[in-house]
């Protein structure tokens, strides 16, 4: 058994390195900062477009306040985001490149679908269409979502993603 122990420790170690958030090999499009186990840049984890489209996402079609008529939106799911960045709190600031930031619930990522849309209409999302990224609920999924709570809640134009405690 004590054999056993030292390979079984090899393995949680290995295992562990599994999860380490790699370095971005193009263009930075978001930051998270905070408490993170998995910070890949100076203490933050930063992601570039690939990273984030090779995470668990949604695509979905629905009416928002901002899109005329049903569009398509997809992109990673807000849970595997924070969960790539090893991200622990109870409340993110989302900041837009226009200096706009909304306080937003850690639970809207872990109890709703909420995606960081980089797609819009299947194509990458520029900043003049609210892109690189922007926070989209599930109003396809729940229509009690569709109002002004969470239009506030719905960043676009998203730069970086700060979580607190």
Do not use: C
Not at 49 to 55: G, I, K, P, T
Not at 139 to 147: G, M, T
């Amino acid at each position: 058994m004590k054999r056993a122990l030292p390979l079984l420790a090899v393995f949680l170690l290995a295992g562990s390195q599994v999860v380490a958030l790699e370095p971005p090999q193009g263009e930075v499009i978001l930051t998270i900062s905070g408490k993170l186990d998995h910070p890949n840049r100076d203490g933050q984890a930063v992601f570039d477009l690939a990273m984030l489209e090779a995470l668990a996402g949604r695509a979905a079609s629905m009416e928002t306040p901002w899109t005329e008529g049903e569009i398509q939106f997809s992109g990673p799911l807000l849970r595997a985001v924070l969960a790539a960045a090893g991200a622990h709190g109870q409340e993110m600031t989302v900041k837009a490149l226009n200096g706009y930031s909304a306080d937003v619930p850690v639970n809207d990522a872990y109890g709703l679908d909420t995606m960081l849309a980089t797609r819009i209409a299947g194509k990458p999302m520029s900043v003049r269409e609210k892109g690189p990224l922007m926070l989209v609920y599930p109003f396809d999924q729940d229509a009690s979502l569709y109002n002004e709570r969470y239009f506030s809640r719905s960043v676009w134009q998203i730069q970086s993603i700060e979580v607190a405690p």
